[in-house]
C-alpha cells in the first residue's frame, strides 16, 4: 500500500515543496505540448475552431477517474489517503464566473499563463500581473467578501453520492460522455474551419482520426474493467456518505477499540511512538496551565475544521479533554467524517492523572509487592509527564513516597560542574580550592567540608551607578580571589547549600575576572552531608596573595543598551526568572511593577529539584526551554530582580547545556523600572 503526501502528514515539508515542483514543471510540460502556451489557441474554444482546451480538460478528469479506480481496487491507495475538498456554493460559484470572464477577456488562466510567461509571451506576464493585483484586492477587501467566503457551506460532496448510484458506473457514464464530447468537439471543428470539402473529405483518412479512434476504444474498455472491479479494500475517505462512513462503527465499539486506557496512551508516548497524534481538544488557557506532553492543542469547537489539514488519515488519533464525555462526542463526529484511525481517552485527562500520576500510596493498597510493581510504573510516568522523577518508597505498602532527582549528569570540570566524588578524590589537593558561600556563616562554622574558605555572597554586591545589588567590579573582585588565598592558576570549587544560586553567582564572578579553571559541586553541602562525607570545623589557615592576571572585560556582561538594542528583535530571547506574578506586574518590589515588553518567563526554580539544590536532567531542561523557543543558537539575555537568581539560570544555560549565546543582565529588572523612558509591560 503506498501513502500520499497528505495521509503522511507531509505536504507541508521540503519534501512536499519538492514533490509540488516537479509535479509543476510536469504540468507546464504537458501544457506547452498541448499548445497551452499560446492565448490564441486557448480562446479559439469560444469561436469552435480550436476544441483543445476542452479536450484536455475531459482527458484529465476520465483519466484520473478511471486510474484511481484501479489504484484502489489493488490496493495501490488508500482511499482515506485522499483529501477532498469542501464545497462553497456561493463562493465556488462567483469565483468560477469570474475566472470564466478572466479567461474570455485575457485569453489565459493562471496555469496556462505561466506557461505563456515562460515562452516570453508579453500578454501572459500582464494577466499574471492582473492576478496579483488582484490577490491584493481580495486581500484588502476580505472583510466585505467573507459572508460570501464562508457562506453556503456544503461540506465534501461525493457525486455518486448525491445522484445516488455507484461509483463505478459513474465513472463507466463519465467515459461514455467524454468519447461522446471528443467525437462532437472533432465535429465542430470541421465545421468551424474553412477546409474545402475534398479537404474534410481527406481529413477523415488522416491517422490522426485513426489514433483516436483507437484511444476511444482503449479508453471504454478500461472504464469497462471499472464495472468489474472489487470494491474497495478499507472503509470510506473523510467526507462519504453516512452509510458508508458508519459501517463497523458499532464493531468498534464492541471490539472496544474506540477508546484507549490512560496507561497504554502513556506508554506509547513514553516510547516514542511514530505514529501517535494526541490531541488535546480543551481550551488554548487550559492547554497552557498542563497538557500531555507531545499534545497538540486544536480545541472542540474548531476541531472539524482543522481535521483535514491537521488529523493524519493513517496512523493513530487520540483525543482527549477534561473527562470522556466530549472526547467521545467528538470521537462520533470524526468517525462520521470518515477517520478510522481515531480513539478517545477514557476518562480524559482527570482519569490519566488518576491512573498514571497518583502515587500508589494514596490507593491504599495493602500488598507491598504490588506497590513496588505500581509504582515502579507510576515513578516512570511521573518522571515522563512531570518532569522530576520520584524516590523508591519505603518499605512497607503504606509508606509514603519521597521523591527523587531525575538529576543532571555532571558533566565535569571543563563543563563548570563537578560531583561530591571528584571533589573527594581532590581534597588534599593544594591546587584545588573550596569556597563555601551558604548564606549564614554559622553554618560554616559549625561545619564545612575540610578545607574550604567561607565567603557571604553579598560580599560580592555594591551599588553602582546608583543601581544597588551589582556584582562587584572585576578589580574588586580579584582583590577579593587574594584575600582568600586563592591564585589565578588554581582550581576553584564553589558551594551552596539547596541555594544554588549563591554558588552560580560566585561562579559568574570568577568568570567576569576570566579565571581559568573553576566549578560548581553539584548538590552542594546537602549532598555530601547525604552521602556521609568527612565535614569539619576546623578554620582553615588563610595566606593572602595578590590576584594577578584578571580580565575585566566581561563580554557576557548585558548593560543597558544591549538590551534595548534586542527589544524588537524576534530572533533574540530576553529571559525572566523572577516569579510569574511579580513577572506580570502582580506583585512588585521595584519602582514599576511588570516587565521587559516581549520578554519570556520561567522562573528560576522551575530548574532544580525541589530541596536538593541539584538541577534537573538535560532532556528535561532542554525540552523546557524549547517550549519556550529557546535553542542551542538562540541569542539570550538573561535576568532577574538583581542579577542574583538569573546567574543560576545563565549558568545553566551557557555552560552546563552549552548554548551557544547567552548573556546575563546584571542590572536587571530593579535597574530597568528605575528609569522611567525604558518600556514596561504587565499580564502575560
Request: glycine share 10%; hydrophobic share 45%.
Amino acid at each position: 500500500m503506498n501513502d500520499t503526501l497528505y495521509s503522511l502528514g507531509l505536504l507541508n515539508t521540503s519534501i512536499g515543496f519538492v514533490t509540488a515542483g516537479l509535479i509543476g514543471i510536469l504540468f507546464g510540460f504537458f501544457l506547452e505540448q498541448a499548445g497551452f502556451g499560446s492565448s490564441r489557441k486557448l480562446t479559439a474554444i469560444f469561436y469552435f475552431r480550436d476544441m483543445a482546451v476542452l479536450k484536455v480538460m475531459f482527458t484529465a478528469v476520465v483519466v484520473t477517474l478511471v486510474g484511481y479506480q484501479y489504484l484502489v481496487a489493488l490496493g495501490w491507495l488508500k482511499p482515506s489517503g485522499i483529501y477532498v475538498l469542501e464545497t462553497y456554493w456561493g463562493a465556488q460559484a462567483i469565483g468560477g464566473l469570474i475566472f470564466g470572464v478572466g479567461f474570455v477577456m485575457g485569453g489565459w488562466c493562471p496555469g496556462t499563463a505561466f506557461v505563456g510567461a515562460a515562452s516570453a509571451k508579453l500578454d501572459a506576464f500582464v494577466f499574471l500581473g492582473g492576478v496579483g493585483l488582484g490577490s491584493i484586492f481580495f486581500n484588502e477587501l476580505y472583510a466585505l467578501v467573507e459572508p460570501l467566503y464562508n457562506g453556503m457551506h456544503a461540506g465534501q460532496l461525493y457525486l455518486s453520492e448525491t445522484l445516488g448510484m455507484p461509483t463505478a458506473s459513474l465513472v463507466f457514464l463519465f467515459a461514455l460522455a467524454a468519447i461522446v464530447a471528443f467525437a462532437a468537439c472533432s465535429w465542430i471543428e470541421k465545421l468551424s474551419s474553412r477546409k474545402t470539402p475534398d479537404a474534410l473529405k481527406n481529413s477523415r483518412k488522416s491517422p490522426n482520426l485513426r489514433r483516436n479512434g483507437l484511444a476511444a476504444v482503449v479508453l471504454l474498455l478500461f472504464a469497462l474493467g471499472v464495472l468489474a472491479l472489487p470494491a474497495a479494500p478499507e472503509a470510506a475517505a473523510p467526507g462519504a456518505s453516512f452509510a458508508a462512513r458508519d459501517t463497523g462503527l458499532l464493531g468498534d465499539v464492541a471490539r472496544q477499540t474506540d477508546h484507549i486506557e490512560p496507561p497504554q496512551l502513556a506508554a506509547l508516548l513514553m516510547s516514542g511512538a511514530p505514529d501517535l497524534r494526541v490531541v488535546d481538544m480543551r481550551s488554548p488557557e487550559a492547554y497552557a496551565k498542563f497538557h500531555l506532553r507531545g499534545a497538540v492543542n486544536i480545541p472542540l469547537d474548531r476541531l472539524a475544521a482543522r481535521a483535514p489539514a491537521e488529523l493524519p488519515a493513517t496512523g493513530r488519533v487520540v483525543l482527549y479533554s477534561n473527562g470522556g464525555i466530549h472526547s467521545a462526542q467528538a470521537w462520533l463526529e470524526l468517525r462520521h467524517m470518515g477517520w478510522t484511525n481515531v480513539r478517545f481517552l477514557t476518562g480524559g485527562i482527570l482519569g490519566f492523572w488518576r491512573d498514571c500520576l497518583t502515587p500508589p500510596s494514596l490507593a491504599g493498597l495493602t500488598d507491598e509487592q504490588t506497590a513496588a510493581a505500581q509504582y515502579a510504573d507510576f515513578a516512570k510516568s511521573k518522571a515522563f509527564f512531570l518532569e522530576y522523577e520520584p524516590s523508591p518508597p519505603a518499605s512497607g505498602a503504606t509508606a509514603k513516597a519521597e521523591a527523587a532527582p531525575a538529576a543532571l549528569e555532571e558533566p565535569g570540570l571543563e563543563k563548570h560542574l563537578v560531583d561530591t566524588a571528584w571533589l573527594a578524590d581532590r581534597l588534599d589537593d593544594p591546587a584545588v580550592r573550596i569556597v563555601d558561600v551558604r548564606n549564614e556563616s554559622t553554618d560554616y562554622s559549625t561545619a564545612h567540608i575540610p578545607g574550604a574558605v567561607y565567603l557571604h555572597i553579598e560580599a560580592l554586591r555594591t551599588n553602582i551607578g546608583g543601581i544597588p545589588s551589582m556584582m562587584i567590579p572585576a578589580e574588586a573582585m580579584a582583590a577579593t580571589l587574594g584575600r582568600l588565598g586563592i591564585r589565578r592558576s588554581d582550581t576553584v570549587i564553589v558551594y551552596a547549600d539547596d541555594r544554588l544560586r549563591d554558588a552560580t553567582y560566585f561562579a559568574t564572578a570568577l568568570e567576569r575576572v576570566g579565571h581559568p579553571s573553576f566549578a560548581i559541586l553539584h548538590g552542594g553541602v546537602v549532598r555530601w552531608k547525604a552521602e556521609g562525607r568527612p565535614l569539619t570545623s576546623a578554620l582553615p589557615e588563610i595566606e593572602p596573595v595578590e590576584y594577578e592576571g584578571w580580565d575585566g572585560t566581561a563580554r557576557f556582561v548585558a548593560g543597558f543598551e544591549d538590551v534595548k538594542a534586542v527589544l524588537n528583535d524576534a530572533g533574540t530571547a530576553i529571559l525572566d526568572v523572577r516569579p510569574p506574578a511579580y513577572f506580570r506586574g502582580e506583585k512588585s518590589d521595584e519602582a514599576r511593577p511588570g516587565h521587559i515588553p516581549g520578554a519570556v518567563n520561567r522562573e528560576y526554580t522551575e530548574d532544580l529539584v525541589k530541596g536538593k539544590g541539584v538541577w534537573k536532567s538535560a532532556d528535561v531542561l532542554k525540552s523546557a526551554y524549547g517550549d519556550l523557543g529557546i535553542r542551542k543558537d538562540t541569542p539570550v539575555i538573561v535576568h532577574c530582580r538583581t542579577g542574583h537568581q538569573a546567574s543560576q539560570t545563565y549558568f545553566l544555560l551557557k555552560h552546563v547545556l552549552g548554548y551557544d549565546n547567552v548573556r546575563w543582565f546584571d542590572a536587571s529588572w530593579t535597574g530597568w523600572a528605575a528609569r522611567p523612558e525604558l518600556p514596561a509591560a504587565t499580564g502575560r
